[in-house]
């Protein structure tokens, strides 16, 4: 019973990370111009959410149901696929991006990878469509019946506030985003940026909140901020968020100029240090507005912003971007074990050992969904 509700659980998390590749900025980059893939792909958007409307009733009926069991046991391996093609798609077109911002030949490549790369998807999307098409007859014949669609969830708030189970297998990125703020050419005006560009789910909020309560900020910093920005970019709420959070008090200004009066007034001649957490707004112009009162006033400050977008790294950058990578195998499984088990050992408990092993395998190399994973685990 036990496998069956991390089985139902990690089915859960894949499905939701699915939702969430569906919707990136990387997977939407690449399908610009691009129809028959798009197409294919939203067809695998409703596939996968027609399969996560009957999730719940499965889940409670696999219990009593064998072939229920058999069915879900399908969908996952199926949902794995479409995962890591999707997986496949973002990651390969953001180091296209990445690489093709250091040199001219790398982009004069980018269109044989780009037409030799679509062949290929198109191959693996139309099987995997095949394959869930049939998974979806079959619920059907298992009489499932949809409980609730979850569909893509709602970007939750991030904060400061240190990671409750620790961070596995980000030190060596911590000390690299470090050596960048110290370099002689990090600062344009007094202002360094650094992004942190990578997947969704691969802990680019986890490192900057590493940084951002490492002691050399707080014993360096005059004062530090940190706004999660998100997908509403509100220069009047970022600022006055940046000046609550600094001054650790309620600002009652509702005027951007009398703000921005206050925040050189507040940051003159200090030390800032900012995280802007979940940046999507690739618009040019906002960050300029935004990034205007900081160049006057203020002895030093050290930006970082993290974001899935390399436009929006090229646009705030002082310093190259740094691309955040996955963790391996080993740092997921430390993570999941930390997470899924109260003592965070799983010492005792070797079948869900072997389970939860399995599950890191087919996790990516990417926290968040081994995490999301624990769920049904973690009552032991």
Aim: one cysteine or more; aromatic letters at 8%.
């Amino acid at each position: 019973m036990a496998e069956a509700l991390v089985g139902g659980a990690v089915l859960s998390a894949f499905l939701q990370v699915a939702f969430e590749r569906v919707a990136s900025r990387e997977v939407l980059d690449f399908l610009k111009g691009r129809k028959h893939i798009d197409g294919m792909v939203q067809k695998l958007k409703i596939e996968l959410m027609s399969a996560d409307a009957v999730l719940i009733d499965a889940e409670e009926k696999q219990i009593t149901n064998p072939a229920v069991k058999e069915w879900l046991d399908e969908l996952k391996d199926a949902v794995y696929v479409a995962d890591d093609l999707l997986d496949e798609i973002a990651y390969e077109a953001l180091r296209c991006k990445l690489e093709a911002e250091s040199t001219s030949k790398v982009r004069g490549l980018i269109s044989t990878f780009v037409s030799s790369f679509d062949k290929s998807i198109q191959s693996e999307l139309k099987n995997i469509l095949d394959r869930l098409d049939s998974i979806s007859k079959q619920k059907d014949v298992l009489r499932l019946e949809k409980v609730a669609a979850v569909g893509i969830p709602s970007r939750p708030l991030t904060t400061s506030c240190p990671e409750e189970y620790g961070v596995f297998g980000r030190d060596k990125d911590k000390e690299a985003i470090f050596m960048k703020f110290q370099s002689s050419e990090a600062s344009d005006n007094g202002i360094c940026v650094i992004p942190i560009v990578g997947l969704g789910g691969v802990g680019k909020t986890t490192l900057a909140r590493l940084i951002y309560n490492d002691k050399r900020v707080t014993n360096s910093f005059d004062h530090k901020a940190w706004v999660c920005v998100s997908e509403n970019f509100d220069c009047f709420r970022i600022l006055k968020t940046i000046l609550e959070d600094a001054t650790l008090s309620m600002c009652d200004i509702q005027n951007m100029n009398l703000l921005q009066i206050k925040i050189r007034e507040t940051f003159k001649d200090k030390k800032i240090f900012l995280v802007l957490d979940d940046v999507w707004n690739e618009n040019y112009d906002d960050w300029i507005e935004l990034i205007k009162v900081f160049k006057y006033g203020a002895q030093e400050i050290k930006i970082i912003v993290t974001t899935r977008s390399e436009n929006i790294a090229s646009n705030v950058c002082t310093v190259p971007t740094y691309l955040l990578n996955q963790l391996s195998n080993e740092e997921c499984w430390l993570l999941f074990e930390k997470h899924a088990f109260r003592n965070g050992s799983s010492s005792e408990f070797p079948l869900l050992r072997e389970i939860g092993k399995q599950i890191v395998q087919k996790c990516g190399g990417l926290p968040l969904i081994s995490c999301k994973s624990t769920w049904g685990i973690a009552a032991f």
